[in-house]
């Protein structure tokens, strides 16, 4: 079992930034593979952001491409999630997910997931 919690949501004006932490417990989090996704009032939930086990390799969605940074500290447990640029469709709660075997974009395929931080960007 890995135990995540997700902080650092908030409420930030348009072309604000935020970074947002999920700590992992439980086992040894290097062994796992890392996500983020968000989800919008009445809309359902959707990819942010991947990291494998090592941090070498990252994908994004097209939305949050050259705005978004995740990034991971194995000795910390942690995976962090670099907003930049954000806009009001931003908005929404952000879940960190990890699975050992899963690196990509299908939620489906995530076996572990945190409780969800609330992002609120106004315009």
């Known amino acids: 079992q890995v135990q995540l919690v997700e902080s650092g949501g908030g409420l930030v004006q348009a072309g604000g930034s935020l970074r947002l932490s999920c700590a992992a417990s439980?086992?040894?989090?290097?062994?796992?593979?890392a996500g983020w996704f968000r989800q919008a009032p009445g809309k359902e939930r959707k990819f942010v952001a991947a990291?494998?086990?090592?941090?070498?390799?990252?994908i994004y969605s097209d939305s949050v491409s050259g705005r978004f940074t995740i990034s991971r500290d194995n000795t910390k447990n942690t995976v962090y999630l670099q907003m930049n640029s954000l806009k009001p469709e931003d908005t929404a709660v952000y879940y960190c997910?990890?699975?050992?075997?899963?690196?990509?974009?299908?939620?489906?395929?995530?076996?572990?997931w945190g409780q969800g931080t609330q992002v609120t960007v106004s315009s």
């Open positions: 439980g086992r040894t989090f290097s062994n796992y593979n």
């Open positions: 997910a990890a699975d050992r075997s899963t690196y990509g974009s299908n939620s489906a395929e995530y076996d572990y």
């Open positions: 990291v494998n086990r090592s941090g070498s390799n990252t």
